[in-house]
Nanobody, 130 residues
Framework: QMQLVESGGGLVQAGGSLRLSCAAS????????MGWFRQAPGKEREFVAA????????????YYADSVKGRFTISRDNAKNTVYLQMNSLKPEDTAVYYC???????????????????WGQGTQVTVSS
């Protein structure tokens, strides 16, 4: 079992930056792929970014949705059981509730389907004003 708690959301002007954090419980954090998803009002939850588990074959590889590539960066600190999402050059269309998620299926990569993620945080609101 893993518990995830997001933080760092807020209100920012277009062009600004935010860094989201997701703190995980448990001693096996490094063995999970970690992902960030977002959901805007009236829309389905969508993939944002993912980082692979820290095994030798993947080495913390990253994968991004086209809509955020070049603007967002996902990273992880296994010593702190935390995954981050650095968001730069924010746009009003980035407004959503952002969720982090954990995926124990290490045999393949990347994973962008939310159904492949077993554990979810409660979400943090990001609002980008124009």
């Amino acid at each position: 079992q893993m518990q995830l708690v997001e933080s760092g959301g807020g209100l920012v002007q277009a062009g600004g930056s935010l860094r989201l954090s997701c703190a995980a419980s448990g001693r096996t954090f490094s063995t999970y792929h970690m992902g960030w998803f977002r959901q805007a009002p009236g829309k389905e939850r969508e993939f944002v970014a993912a980082i692979s588990w820290s095994g030798s074959w993947s080495g913390g590889s990253t994968y991004y949705a086209d809509s955020v590539k070049g603007r967002f960066t996902i990273s992880r600190d296994n010593a702190k059981n935390t995954v981050y999402l650095q968001m730069n050059s924010l746009k009003p269309e980035d407004t959503a509730v952002y969720y982090c998620a954990a995926d124990p299926r290490r045999s393949s990569w990347p994973h962008w389907n939310p159904l492949e993620y077993d554990y979810w945080g409660q979400g943090t609101q990001v609002t980008v004003s124009s």
